[in-house]
């Protein structure tokens, strides 16, 4: 069982940048790929990044690459999504997930566990 918990979101003007952090407890951390999400008002939940168990592999939704950076602290049982250049499109609530199984995966149905999620909110 892993409980996670998101931090970090708040109101940011345009071009700004933002950290969320996602603590999680369990034991077996360290062992479960872990991915962030994002659903807007009247919008689906849709994948936005996603990091391996060890941090070697990551994948990124197209309308984030190269604008946000996913990483992982073991040590920490802590995931982090840094998003720069944020633009008014990237406002959501910003959830975070953890899958039991190995391989890492963009679906938000093949992830196991959540946490209540935190506002991003992206002034113009």
């Known amino acids: 069982q892993v409980q996670v918990v998101e931090s970090g979101g708040g109101l940011v003007q345009a071009g700004g940048s933002l950290r969320l952090s996602c603590a999680a407890s369990g034991r077996t951390f360290s062992r479960y790929p872990m991915g962030w999400f994002r659903q807007a008002p009247g919008k689906e939940r849709e994948f936005v990044a996603a990091?391996?168990?060890?941090?070697?592999?990551?994948d990124y939704a197209d309308s984030v690459k190269g604008r946000f950076t996913i990483s992982r602290d073991n040590a920490k049982n802590t995931v982090y999504l840094q998003m720069s250049s944020l633009k008014p499109e990237d406002t959501a609530v910003y959830y975070c997930?953890?899958?039991?199984?190995?391989?890492?995966?963009?679906?938000?149905?093949?992830?196991?566990?959540w946490g209540q999620g935190t506002q991003v909110t992206v002034s113009s």
């Open positions: 990091i391996s168990w060890s941090g070697r592999d990551t």
């Open positions: 997930a953890a899958r039991e199984r190995s391989s890492i995966v963009t679906s938000p149905y093949q992830y196991d566990y």
